[in-house]
Nanobody
Framework: QLVESGGGLVQPGGSLIVSCAAS????????IGWFRQSPGKERDGVSC????????YYAESVTGRFTVTRDNDNNKVYLQMNRLKPEDTAVYFC??????????????????????WGQGTQVTVSL
């Protein structure tokens, strides 16, 4: 089971970090994806990271502002979000897919590629 945490309300230009943890399991061999969904919109890929942490992918809208990292020793994955904009407001989901041999995650960072999902955490960027 995946559990997201760290969402909340932040002003435009601010920073926030959201975390993804697995309860009862180990994320070592999983590609982790971060997705977000705003009301009335489809769920979009934000960022993905390979099991080793070496390969990362970012959607164009967040490139240069968001950073994904993972701590396999503590079984957690983080999404650091800087210079947040109102359009970043959404429910953020983490997802996991067993893929220990994937070395490049770009083509995998799509909703249909993942089978395990968390419940999401709300991020609101507003004055």
């Amino acid at each position: 089971q995946l559990v997201e945490s760290g969402g909340g309300l932040v002003q435009p230009g601010g920073s926030l970090i959201v975390s993804c943890a697995a309860s009862g399991g180990n994320l070592d061999h999983y590609v982790i994806g971060w997705f977000r969904q705003s009301p009335g919109k489809e769920r979009d890929g934000v960022s993905c990271v390979s099991s080793s942490g070496i390969s990362t992918y970012y959607a164009e809208s967040v490139t240069g502002r968001f950073t994904v990292t993972r701590d396999n020793d503590n079984n957690k994955v983080y999404l650091q979000m800087n210079r947040l904009k109102p359009e970043d407001t959404a429910v953020y989901f983490c997802a996991a897919e067993f893929a220990p041999f994937i070395t490049t995650v770009r083509n995998m960072c799509q909703e249909t590629k993942f089978t395990s999902w968390g419940q999401g955490t709300q991020v609101t960027v507003s004055l």
